[in-house]
C-alpha cells in the first residue's frame, strides 16, 4: 500500500487563495479541519493502485489526454468539449 503524508496542516499543504479563505469555503475547512488534522496518513489499497497504473499506462500510450488548468477550467465551465 502506498502512504502519503498530510503535512502539519490542511491550509499550509494546500494552495488555497486567501481571497477563497472566507465565507462557505472558510466555513467548511474549519469544519474538516480536527478531522483532516487527526488522520496523518493516507494509505491507497492495492484496488486504488491498479487503477491509477491502469491510468497511468492509458496516458504513457497516448490513449488518454492531459489537460492545462486553463483547459481544465474552460471544460469544468462549458466553454470546452474533452
Same mark, same amino acid.
Given at each position: 500500500?502506498?502512504?502519503?503524508?498530510?503535512?502539519?496542516?490542511?491550509?499550509?499543504?494546500?494552495?488555497?487563495?486567501?481571497?477563497?479563505?472566507?465565507?462557505?469555503?472558510?466555513?467548511?475547512?474549519? #469544519?474538516?479541519?480536527?478531522?483532516?488534522?487527526?488522520?496523518?496518513?493516507?494509505? #491507497?489499497?492495492?484496488?486504488?493502485l491498479?487503477?491509477?497504473?491502469?491510468?497511468?499506462?492509458?496516458? #504513457?500510450?497516448?490513449?488518454?489526454?492531459?489537460?492545462?488548468?486553463?483547459e481544465?477550467?474552460?471544460?469544468?465551465?462549458g466553454?470546452?468539449?474533452?
Amino acid at each position: 500500500m502506498a502512504k502519503f503524508i498530510l503535512g502539519q496542516s490542511v491550509k499550509n499543504s494546500l494552495p488555497i487563495s486567501p481571497v477563497l479563505m472566507t465565507g462557505k469555503v472558510k466555513g467548511m475547512y474549519l #469544519l474538516f479541519e480536527e478531522e483532516i488534522e487527526k488522520e496523518k496518513d493516507f494509505v #491507497l489499497s492495492e484496488e486504488h493502485l491498479k487503477i491509477l497504473e491502469a491510468e497511468r499506462e492509458k496516458h #504513457l500510450s497516448g490513449k488518454s489526454k492531459s489537460y492545462s488548468p486553463q483547459e481544465a477550467t474552460e471544460i469544468i465551465r462549458g466553454k470546452r468539449k474533452l
